[in-house]
């Protein structure tokens, strides 16, 4: 069982930084994959951003690509996502994800575990 809670959203000018972070609790969370993912009103839920359990691979959506860096200290039980050059289409909801799983996996249903979500707003 994991347990995840997402922090770090905010209000912030287009152009502008935020970095989420995401908790987890449990011992199995060094074998998992993490993910992030967003869904803005109205929207399905999107795919953003994976890395693999020891984070030697890493995966990113093509719209965030460049922008956004994914990354995870396992010994600290937490996953991040730096975020630049924000833009207001990224604004949405964006929830964090445990699948179990040896590779980076990009679809939703893959993932078992999910954080409540953290509000991120791209003011223009």
């Known amino acids: 069982q994991v347990q995840l809670v997402e922090s770090g959203g905010g209000l912030v000018q287009a152009g502008g930084s935020l970095r989420l972070s995401c908790a987890a609790s449990?011992?199995?969370?060094?074998?998992?994959?993490m993910g992030w993912f967003r869904q803005a009103p109205g929207k399905e839920r999107e795919f953003v951003a994976a890395i693999r359990w020891n984070g030697d691979n890493t995966y990113y959506a093509d719209s965030v690509k460049g922008r956004f860096t994914i990354s995870r200290d396992n010994a600290k039980n937490t996953v991040y996502l730096q975020m630049n050059n924000l833009k207001p289409e990224d604004t949405a909801v964006y929830y964090c994800?445990?699948?179990?799983?040896?590779?980076?996996?990009?679809?939703?249903?893959?993932?078992?575990?999910w954080g409540q979500g953290t509000q991120v707003t791209v003011s223009s």
């Open positions: 449990g011992r199995t969370f060094i074998s998992y994959t």
């Open positions: 994800a445990a699948a179990n799983s040896g590779v980076v996996v990009t679809t939703y249903r893959r993932y078992t575990y």
